[in-house]
């Protein structure tokens, strides 16, 4: 069954506020060089093997349920840094831009998703 395209554009203004004004995501590490098989609903999980962080993971923050891998190994093209604040609150770079699928496009600043437009 497909979803009407106005109660689509609900849901995602909905995702958009959620993310603005609750709570900010928090970096969860697990050690080893691959992602848990479920992540948490909001936060991001950093995968670290000793010394050595290998990969980061979230789910998508539409809501459409994909999960994204993004390898943080100086090795890999591409690649994404991670970096918490003071407060352990997480920001990624650069953005994050799905080529398939519900095709998002966001940066994670300080916990928060900013989509772009």
């Not at 497909?2 to 849901?11: E, F, M, N, T, Y």
């Not at 970096?27 to 050595?52: F, M």
């Amino acid at each position: 069954m497909k979803v009407p395209a106005w109660l689509r554009r609900i849901g995602t203004t909905w995702s958009r506020a959620r993310e603005r004004f609750g709570p900010r995501r928090r970096l969860v590490i697990v050690e080893g060089d691959s992602l848990p098989v479920r992540l948490p609903k909001r936060d991001l999980v950093l995968a670290r093997d000793g010394a050595e962080n290998w990969c980061v993971g979230l789910n998508c923050p539409c809501g459409c349920g994909q999960k994204i891998e993004l390898l943080v190994i100086p090795e890999a093209k591409p690649r994404w840094d991670v970096k918490t604040d003071s407060k352990g609150r997480p920001s990624l770079r650069p953005s994050v831009w799905l080529q398939q699928g519900c095709r998002s496009h966001f940066w994670v600043q300080d916990g928060r998703v900013q989509w772009c437009d």
